[in-house]
């Protein structure tokens, strides 16, 4: 099956820093989505992005799907961004998610 | 528009007891998918239904079965529970192959 590689495991920024999340995937995807899990467990879709860039606020996302990676960037962090960002992706719709990389911002 | 709901939030069963958990899809989402996430991993996928039939099933034993239903609700039934089948499970709605949107899950503790 497909496998998803998310780094790194764990970040740590001080209040207005940038910072990219990186997602490798084993094999060709037609579905690719980022969600950012909240600490009561809501999963809240971020981008659904099997190729291309998009922008959504300090957040934006890009896939290479040819090169089988996806980043995600997040500019001027807030404490409000603190979670587990999850990367996930599929033929369909049946996700295959990675472990997640668990976001800490300090004020 | 509704979005994703589940129930119940919690919920604590023993070893061997069978559990029920229920899932109502985003209005106008016609595709039930389950999810299992053990604590500190990402989510894992059970099954998925369309249209009330199975389309497609994770790597989990047969004891873990489920319902869509007409109006495209569903259930998540776990049979002779586990001590290791305590997780967050999550219940996610698109309209076919789209993005999916999800529940806020229900905590499962076997004991």
């Known amino acids: 099956g497909i496998q998803v590689e998310q780094s790194p495991p764990d970040l740590i920024l001080q209040e207005g820093a940038n910072s990219t999340l990186r997602c490798n995937f084993s094999?060709?995807?037609?579905?690719l989505q980022w969600f950012h899990q909240n600490p009561w467990g809501q999963l809240i879709n971020l981008f659904y992005?099997?190729?291309g860039t998009k922008q959504n606020g300090r957040l934006s996302a890009t896939t290479v799907a040819t090169e089988r990676y996806s980043l995600l960037y997040i500019s001027s962090s807030q404490t409000t961004d603190s979670g587990v960002y999850f990367c996930?992706?599929?033929?369909?719709?049946?996700?295959?998610f990675g472990a997640g990389t668990i976001l800490r911002v300090k004020s | 528009e509704t979005g994703v709901t589940q129930s119940p939030t919690h919920l604590i069963k023993t070893r061997g007891q069978q559990v029920t958990l229920r899932c109502s899809s985003q209005?106008?989402?016609?595709?039930v998918s389950w999810y299992q996430q053990a604590l500190g991993q990402g989510p894992q996928f059970i099954f998925q239904?369309?249209?009330?039939?199975?389309?497609g099933r994770g790597n989990f034993p047969p004891r873990f079965s489920g319902l869509q239903f007409p109006n495209y609700s569903s259930e998540l039934n776990v049979n002779a529970l586990e001590l290791d089948d305590s997780a967050l499970y999550l219940c996610?709605?698109?309209?076919?192959?789209?993005?999916?949107?999800f529940g806020p899950g229900t905590r499962l503790t076997v004991l």
């Open positions: 209005s106008g989402h016609n595709t």
């Open positions: 992005i099997p190729s």
């Open positions: 094999d060709s995807v037609n579905n």
């Open positions: 996930a992706v599929g033929r369909g719709n049946k996700l295959v």
């Open positions: 996610a709605s698109s309209w076919g192959k789209d993005t999916q949107y």
């Open positions: 239904y369309y249209r009330e039939e199975e389309n």
